[in-house]
């Protein structure tokens, strides 16, 4: 059974760091692009960052550009996403996502990625 488990989430003040972290189990963690991906209230579930399954080649939204870093750790299946400067419009629930050995020009959509976590609330307060 595969899972995905967001942590890390919380409360910070605009112009603050957030780090969550998210550990996946039951999947060959090393053969899927793992993404982040957030959703605000009221509105759709857009993507953040992907990393690819090998190589460490990352990928942003425009958003994000120079705030966030994403990370991950193939050997504790682990992958992270660093958030620095952070803003208010940065409040949301943050998920993690797989998709198997993806990556081109669908990897900021959702339809790829086949697993999903729970997500982590980050809500930054101006």
């Known amino acids: 059974q595969v899972q995905l488990v967001e942590s890390g989430g919380g409360l910070v003040q605009a112009g603050g760091s957030l780090r969550v972290s998210c550990a996946a189990s039951?999947?060959?963690?090393?053969?899927?692009?793992m993404g982040w991906f957030r959703q605000a209230p009221g509105k759709e579930r857009e993507f953040v960052s992907a990393?690819?399954?090998?190589?460490?080649?990352?990928y942003y939204a425009d958003s994000v550009k120079g705030r966030f870093t994403i990370s991950r750790d193939n050997a504790k299946n682990t992958v992270d996403l660093q958030m620095n400067g952070l803003k208010a419009e940065d409040t949301a629930v943050y998920y993690c996502a797989a998709a198997l050995f993806m990556w081109d020009n669908r990897r900021h959509t959702t339809p790829p990625y086949k697993y999903w976590g729970q997500g982590t609330q980050v809500t930054v307060s101006s």
């Open positions: 039951g999947l060959t963690f090393s053969s899927y692009t």
């Open positions: 990393i690819r399954w090998s190589g460490g080649i990352t």
